[in-house]
């Protein structure tokens, strides 16, 4: 299985002065069975922007896309409206009745606010078939809303950990906006929890963007002694990059032991797109 990894578009104010289309061209150049999005798709949540960045996706030439949302995603009060209705679209998990919430802004308040969905978090579970695998995509949404900082709701995912052990599949991937390990200014600040859970269940491959800079790693909780990747991609089309280039990820053989990971790098100068392709392993 190959997978291709976007993030941080950034469609609005904070998008590049690149070629979407000298871009969408050397996407569509690589073998993905599946493309990801980590989020962070517009700058500020608003229609506009999530109209081009649809535009944008319906260019690539692969027939399963994945992509959760970022922080800036819900810069807009609807933004998890917008989302689910330009990028993706899948059936969200709440939490129990019983079950007490933390998280801020988690429920808007209908009085106050008129949303069709009151319910501002969006994550789901997406099993695909893959080469005759069944690949499991666990979509954690860890942003606040109108917040630059991270947070994980607990009730949420002992909800998605219930639904998984009623799952069979092959191989379990982790699909989230903000990273795991290490931080900025920008806090995730209860990121304990979610690596509690990738390590109780066994999740080897962990993909994530928002720092807008590029860190691969891999990690090993010698306790339990569970290790697990962690790729967080950087931005691919924003033009606040301070630290890193433009880049995309492109996984070959994911789950094999000729696993192959590939840094496609890109620069815009004097009105073209430059490119320059890495392979790490």
Request: aromatic share 12%; charged share 30%; with cysteine.
């Amino acid at each position: 299985m190959n997978i291709l990894h976007l993030s941080d578009l950034h469609f609005g104010p904070r998008h590049w002065d690149g070629d979407d289309d000298v871009l969408i061209e050397k996407i569509n150049s690589y073998p993905a069975d599946v493309v990801i999005d980590t989020g962070d798709t517009t700058t500020d949540g608003r229609e506009c922007e999530y109209v081009e960045a649809r535009k944008f996706f319906d260019k690539i030439n692969c027939e399963r896309f994945v992509a959760v949302i970022g922080n800036h995603d819900k810069r807009n009060t609807v933004g998890h409206e917008l989302f689910k209705e330009y990028i993706y679209n899948s059936q969200v998990f709440y939490p129990s009745a019983h079950q007490r919430t933390e998280k801020q802004d988690l429920f808007m308040d209908r009085k106050i606010t008129k949303l069709k969905e009151n319910f501002t978090d969006v994550n789901f579970l997406e099993l695909l078939t893959i080469d005759r695998k069944k690949i499991l995509f666990i979509c954690i949404d860890n942003n606040l809303v109108r917040s630059n900082h991270g947070f994980v709701e607990e009730s949420i995912l002992c909800t998605i950990e219930e639904k998984m052990s009623e799952m069979v599949y092959d191989l379990p991937l982790l699909l989230t906006h903000y990273p795991l390990l290490g931080t900025d200014m920008d806090l995730f600040m209860n990121s304990r929890r979610l690596i509690d859970f990738v390590n109780s269940k066994k999740i080897e491959h962990v993909f994530c963007g928002h720092d807008h800079f590029l860190r691969l790693e891999n990690t090993c909780d010698l306790y339990i002694n569970h290790r697990f990747d962690h790729f967080m991609c950087g931005t691919t089309a924003s033009a606040n990059r301070p630290r890193d280039d433009n880049i995309f990820l492109f996984y070959e053989n994911v789950g094999d032991n000729n696993f192959h990971l590939y840094v496609i790098r890109f620069s815009y100068k004097d009105g073209c797109l430059e490119f320059k392709e890495e392979k790490i392993r």
